[in-house]
């Protein structure tokens, strides 16, 4: 048998998303070879230059100078801020990339479906970086759902636990806190989730309704005396679980995203950084507008339902499917009570059965991040676009439902989703 040709991998953006696919690629040499990336940070370029293993490797200022350049890759790895997916995407699809374009596709539902349409005209492929589709988890409960054994699908529960220090750091204080000018919470964080739920139920989503807002990040919630900055002497800081200060000790390890020097920088020079940062801001006092909690209920053409709850005072995912034959139940809340990821109890024997996941506990994302990977390969090499695990087509899907949820809680509405696609098409082509 011949050995599968390899596919050369280039990206736009050097963060830490990239990074991760680069370091899995390296691993894959019989199947990638990293050519090339864009990125205005110097030091990031060098990283990316270092994981690629490459001494051919080739450097660009940003993503107009990659992209003159000749077709250099078979893939594109775009994983710049959100709001320049879209541009990004759809100029290296013109040049004749295949993309592997980081969640979410675009800020906004027009676009989405602008960018499925070019990709189709043109005969691109394109995977979106669902990553929780390749873990081995998820897959499990894909098998178990297909195979029949909890009878058909009625209703689930699902919930996300961004985790505390995760919201603030990310959506109070970070590049997704102002939602006008990034992402909605629901696409920013939990497209993850309604892709999978959607990739689960294995029906169209028809109509959805979402309820949430911000809690407990603002004004009127700041401790009596708390400063606008950790850094200019808060009386609670000792006992604040946001206090900015962490990033100095137990927190430390987020730095390496947002700060360049994390690794090499004294004590006192992160402390000088954050008394002009973003990240040195109290969580109280912040001018974010990505809410800390929603609810979203979904009915599909199934007639199935379910419910999502993405809240920042939970930490991992959980999620129980109700099946005519069985249930399901599974995640971290199982696991803690049970030492099993996944627990099916049958209706009518009410027998319990622990099903053992071959987790990777080295991988990020629960081992989507190499998973995906893997199977980018695979993925890319398949005769139609349409067959691929979480191609552009599918992943419109949970985009489509997640830009209603947020619709049906700014407005108090039930969304039908035909219609709100429909709408959505005009905006773009009217």
Known sequence: MSSPR???????????????????????????????????????????RELSRNPQFREFYDDAAILAEPKLADIMI???????????????????????????????????LALDRLARELGRRVLVCHVLRYTP????????????????????????????????????????????????????????????????????????GSFGGIMHFRADQAPAGAPARCTDGCPVGETCLWNALRYLTDQKRWLDVIYDRAKTATDDEIRAWLRTSPWGRCVYHCDNTAVDHQTVNMTFASGATGTFTMTAFSQGRDLAIFGTKARLLAGERVQRLSGSEIVIEDHLTHAIQ???VDLDPGGGHGGGD?????????????????????????????????????EARRT???????????????????
């Open 137 to 208: 988890f998820y897959r499990k409960v894909k098998e178990i759902v297909a195979s029949g054994a909890l009878g058909r699908v009625v209703s689930f529960e699902a919930t996300e636990g961004v985790e505390a220090w995760h919201q603030g750091h990310s959506f109070v204080r970070g590049h997704w806190s102002v939602t006008e000018k990034s992402t909605p919470m629901i696409i920013a964080k939990s497209c993850h989730d309604t892709d999978i739920l959607s990739w689960l139920v294995d029906s169209p989503c028809e109509a959805v």
């Open 354 to 356: 622990k099903v053992p």
């Open 78 to 112: 775009i994983a710049t801020q959100d709001a320049y997916h879209f541009t990004h995407a759809s100029t290296a699809l013109r040049k004749g990339y295949d993309l592997l374009l980081e969640k979410p596709i675009s800020t906004n539902l027009p676009e989405v």
């Open 412 to 430: 108090g509405r039930v969304i039908n989703l035909a219609e709100f696609r429909a709408r959505m098409l005009a905006a773009h082509t009217g």
């Open 370 to 406: 190499a998973g995906l990977i893997r199977m980018l390969h695979p993925e890319m090499c398949k005769p139609r676009s349409e067959d691929m695990e979480s191609s552009l087509q599918k992943s419109v899907e949970s985009h489509v439902m997640g830009f209603a949820a947020e």
């Open 6 to 48: 390899r596919l050369r991998l280039a990206a736009i953006g050097c963060g830490s998303r990239t990074f991760i696919y680069f370091e899995q690629a390296a691993q894959l040499p019989d199947l990638y070879e990293i050519v090339a990336a864009a990125d205005h940070n110097q030091a990031r370029r060098a990283k990316a």
